[in-house]
């Protein structure tokens, strides 16, 4: 998975909890995404960052918050978990700006929320 | 905003060639296409991409219409182990990298 590990790898929590997820990087890339997977909904962009403390919203950031205080850490906060943020979450790195460019992503973590 | 249409579903006998096709009638002259697949419960793996001309790479063939509305991604020789969600991808934010990556097509190997 390309020198990415995410933490934890599975989650169970109580609504209202708050939650951090972890990506971690080794290959120094520049940009670092988080998306959440569901079933019909394929892949969803929640937030990215383009570097050291520069992030921005994706598709679907509502109910969620990201922080890169690190080239090689992106957390992704829920600060209040809610059961409709039960999903697999998958961070993705890449290392250029401008196509064309691929992304790699990580093994997923797998959070319920009951 | 570029968008790509896939069928939900495929099959396609083990040792045969896959062809996964793709329309993206709206996509812009600058757009690449690319192609990701999913095996079940891991991240999604990049596989090839292209602009105009057909790639091909020790993964895959990528043949585009002139036109470019539409693509074919192809696996000349498909195994059980190719079994996955494939999605076709065309990059439609500029703000930042964003991939739109749809719901793909599920393509199932036979033995």
Same mark, same amino acid.
């Given at each position: 998975d390309a020198g990415i590990t995410q933490s934890p790898r599975h989650k169970v929590t109580e609504t209202g909890t708050p939650v951090t997820l972890r990506c971690h990087q080794t290959e120094n890339h520049r940009y670092m995404y988080w998306y959440r997977q569901d079933p019909g909904h394929g892949l969803r962009l929640i937030h990215y960052s383009y570097g050291v403390k520069d992030t921005d919203k994706g598709e679907v950031s509502d109910g969620y918050s990201v922080s890169r205080s690190k080239t090689e850490d992106f &957390? &992704?906060? &829920?600060?209040?978990?809610?059961?409709?943020?039960?999903?697999?979450?998958?961070?993705?790195?890449?290392?250029?700006?401008?196509?064309?460019?691929?992304?790699?992503?990580?093994?997923?973590?797998r959070l319920t929320v009951t | 905003d570029a968008k790509t249409t896939q069928p939900p579903s495929m099959d396609c006998a083990e040792g045969r060639a896959a062809n996964l096709p793709c329309n993206h009638s709206t996509i812009s002259g600058n757009e690449y296409v690319y192609w990701y697949r999913q095996i079940h419960s891991q991240g999604p793996q990049y596989i090839i991409h292209g602009l105009k001309n057909n790639e091909t790479n020790e993964m895959a063939s990528l043949i585009?219409?002139?036109?470019?509305?539409?693509?074919?991604?192809?696996?000349p020789h498909a195994t059980l182990r190719d079994t996955a969600v494939y999605y076709c991808i065309v990059r439609v934010d500029y703000t930042g990298n964003q991939f739109y990556f749809g719901t793909g097509t599920s393509l199932t190997v036979i033995p």
């Open positions: &957390l &992704l906060t &829920l600060e209040s978990a809610t059961s409709s943020q039960t999903s697999v979450y998958f961070c993705a790195i890449s290392d250029r700006y401008g196509e064309p460019y691929e992304q790699y992503f990580g093994p997923g973590t | 585009i219409t002139e036109d470019r509305k539409s693509s074919t991604l192809i696996l």
